[in-house]
């Protein structure tokens, strides 16, 4: 099997939801270390124009998004398994509260307090990710305040999940609920432990996030940018697995975009080649590396057929 390779940064909370998922299921990998803001030149040939962080490069087969990246990893690795089929579902429940509530006070409240730790421009880039104009050091200073009382709150939630003395997030096996709920507590710590204060009071989260770190990461080895990208050069795509459409879906060789549908939305183009319940698959021609196939999670993202373009 072709290898693994993660392209990511040392802070970023989503690739460290990653990372445990390669230690969880004893993986060896690649690393490859990009820039946290843009431009990303040695990224972009990959995925097309896609920004955020990590992708997961297999062969010529890109891979965004950390839900689509778990599920393909479990798919390719069943074992240990992420989803057990007895709390799969609230596991996906449980995700979607820590990834769309839970950590995006956080990430404010958390960034805001640590300014000096930070890459310059880091903030910046994170304002034009949501269309936003750059924060001035006042509007930081007022979302940091606003955001404190949430993150409190449901601090005191994640603590309340343990009161009947599960050991996991879901219930007695790990599930990808603990690394969803595990990545944006770990945002507290990334860089600095000056709001360490915050989680010390929380005998079970920090019980519980101890048993996370105890994970690790699998065995990675370094690769620099370049030689991945003549990896992906080098290789050709996978066969797209058989589609599983619905009648309004866009047809299979349409020449399509697709963008995530909450912040980061620069778009991707390509030929629509696979599409089911879970993933959507664009195949690009790249001029540096030839044909790459980029895959997104199907919720989350929008694709729309462009108007008048016809597939190669």
Request: a negative charge.
């Amino acid at each position: 099997m072709t290898e693994l390779i993660m392209h990511h940064y040392d802070f970023s909370n989503y690739s460290e939801k990653v990372r445990l998922t390669l230690g969880f299921k004893g993986l060896v990998w690649r690393s490859v270390i990009i820039p946290p803001i843009a431009p990303k030149p040695l990224l972009t040939p990959l995925t097309g124009g896609y920004r955020r962080t990590p992708v997961l490069q297999i062969g010529a087969d890109i891979y965004c998004d950390t839900s689509l990246i778990l599920r393909e990893l479990e798919r390719r690795f069943p074992t240990p398994t992420l989803f057990p089929p007895a709390l799969s579902t609230i596991a996906d429940a449980i995700t979607y509260w820590a990834e769309n509530r839970l950590f995006r006070p956080i990430s404010l409240y958390v960034s805001g307090s640590n300014l000096e730790h930070l890459p310059e421009g880091l903030q910046a880039d994170r304002s034009v990710m949501r269309g936003l104009p750059p924060p001035s050091a006042e509007a930081m200073a007022r979302a940091v305040r606003r955001n404190a009382p949430l993150v409190r709150v449901q601090l005191r939630q994640v603590e309340a999940i343990f009161a009947d003395g599960r050991t996991w997030i879901a219930g007695d096996v790990m599930t990808a609920a603990d690394l969803a709920v595990y990545h944006a507590l770990w945002f507290f710590t990334a860089r600095t432990d000056l709001l360490q204060p915050e989680i010390a009071p929380f005998e079970c989260i920090n019980e519980w996030m101890g048993r996370m770190r105890a994970i690790g990461h699998g065995e990675p080895t370094p690769l620099s940018a370049t030689e991945a990208l003549d990896i992906a050069a080098d290789a050709t795509p996978e066969a797209p697995r058989r589609s599983q459409r619905f009648d309004e879906d866009v047809e299979l060789g349409t020449v399509a975009r697709i963008r995530a549908d909450d912040y980061g939305r620069d778009a991707v183009e390509g030929e629509l080649i696979f599409l089911d319940s879970n993933e959507i698959v664009l195949r690009r021609d790249d001029p540096q590396l030839g044909e790459v196939a980029v895959h997104f999670p199907r919720l989350g993202y929008d694709l729309r057929p462009i108007s008048g373009a016809a597939a190669s």
